[in-house]
């Protein structure tokens, strides 16, 4: 029980470092440590929230030198994405995906599908990635409005669009 109250508290990097610190010092070491070490606040869940919505999928990461430009704009968008700024739903984020390509999976949760998403961009030709991210983002801040059931309705009667998709050309 005790280490189930300690995961929910403390990251594994941080209960890695605990152990291997006191795996190679003495407990008198332990209290200097804590001393001169700033103690993070808050529980792992949330610094593990906060984390996440910073970082990268490892396809976008690994565009950085393979493809500079397309890491650029993939990386920008990414954490708009990621902090729900931009495809604030799982659903927008699953119709983005089926519209780029019938064959695109998502994964059980939010947070799980955001790495595919961001597969299927890099894998589009950079134009195309631009305009998709563009009408995203354009959409965001439509639905951003007060009115913004009015626009998803005039949206869906022009277009035959609902919801958060974004209609992307393959």
């Not at 109250?5 to 403390?10: R, T, Y």
């Amino acid at each position: 029980m005790k280490l189930m109250l300690l995961q929910e508290e403390f990251t594994t990097v941080e209960l890695d470092e605990a152990v291997s610190f006191l795996s190679n010092h003495e407990v008198d070491d332990l209290i200097e440590y804590f001393r001169e070490t700033k103690i993070t606040t808050g529980t792992a869940k949330t610094r593990s929230l906060t984390e996440d919505t910073d970082r990268l999928s490892k396809v976008v990461q690994d565009l950085a030198t393979s493809n500079p430009e397309h890491y650029r704009i993939l990386s920008e968008f990414e954490p708009l994405v990621r902090r729900g700024e931009v495809l604030s739903s799982f659903s927008g984020i699953k119709r983005l995906g089926m519209s780029i390509s019938k064959k695109f999976e998502p994964a059980k949760s939010r947070k799980e599908t955001i790495p595919r998403l961001m597969a299927l961009l890099a894998q589009m030709p950079l134009d195309k990635t631009k305009e998709t991210i563009r009408l995203a983002k354009e959409r965001a801040k439509l639905l951003d409005k007060d009115d913004s059931s009015y626009i998803r309705l005039a949206e869906y009667l022009i277009s035959g669009v609902r919801g958060d998709a974004v209609v992307a050309d393959n």
